[in-house]
């Protein structure tokens, strides 16, 4: 099955007004898509083969699941006869222990939990959880190995919960208001449920742990998309708006990465600009420089002109291949000397763009037009 490690969090798609913000910002109730394909999978699990294969994660001594034991399931350190999927990657996470040796809860250890539970539906849970445990136990001493796995079996369950605020609440993508807008009383609402059911099975510094990191990039997004919804507001008030949003965010990574999104979507659009204003290379140099530093600056300069390389080699190989099709009778004949064209002016990368290059171009001209 399909597993991606990492990856924002519920992605709200509504229709023109909102949808630039929504694509690139708004995750939602997802937390990764590698912990809602896991959750999934782990309900799934529990309806089709409950008796024979199902683990009680809350509990996995529990007589109603099933151990590692009882499996007949044994591993040294978790990573003997990996799936494919897992093969030649390295482990991801961490296992982070303080001077006496008690677990340091961080958001690696739940990249780690994930790691392995990418494997879901190529392995059984029961497979999985005695990787997980072999792994913590074999990387870790105790007390800090047994706690690492008390917290796996509360994150398994945590998972095996999250379908049921889903299916409660169907799909957010399609939940808009008459004018096409996201309801965020229902998008709230959810959230509220996600922090109950995440109350329920994590401790307090866990939660913060695991989730705070998102919990920050939905509560940015979330009010992306409410100043973006106020129809009070003019476009110059919603900048400012979220501006001022921004500036008031902690100092950490979340907000610089939001900052460094913020200054390549500032980039893009004034080079758009200036290029359809004829700005000459050093003006651009100058603006990207002030945007995103010096050294970035130099590589989109590098760009730039292998770009305006590629596009003088591609309209004379245009004029050479106009000009063979309409001059040769034997149209394979002709299509052979473009071939050798093709493969003398251009490397095998940019061969790939032809076709492409091509009919962007062609739509340029028809818009133009």
Known sequence: MS??????????VIIAVIIAITVAVILWFKPNNSSVNASQSLSATDNNDAESR????ANPSNDAGISPNQNNIQFATGLENLPRSLQGTDVDGEIII????QLVVTEGLRRLFD?????LGEEEEAIIYARVESYIRSHTPEPAASQAVTIFDQYIAYLKSIPDIENRYGNLQLQATE????DLNVVAQQKQDVAKLRQRHFAKETITAFFGAEDEYDDYSIE???????QQLSEAQKEAAKQDYISRMPDNSIKANIAKQAN???????????????????ELYNMRRELVGAPAAARLAQVDQEDADFEQRFNQYQVQKQRLLSQNTDKTQAQTQINQIEHQWFNEAERKRLAGY????????????
Not at 224 to 230: D, H, P, T, Y
């Open 3 to 12: 597993y991606n490690r990492r990856s924002p969090f519920l992605p709200v």
């Open 54 to 57: 199902s683990i009680n994660m």
């Open 98 to 101: 303080d001077e006496n040796k």
């Open 115 to 119: 790691y392995f539970l990418s494997a």
């Open 179 to 182: 004018k096409g807008e996201l």
């Open 224 to 230: 992306m998309v409410r100043i973006n919804q106020n």
């Open 264 to 282: 390549l979507n500032e980039l893009m659009s004034r080079t758009e600009q200036m290029q359809a204003k004829g700005a000459t290379a050093e």
């Open 358 to 369: 091509a009919a962007l171009q062609q739509q340029k001209a028809a818009d133009t037009n």
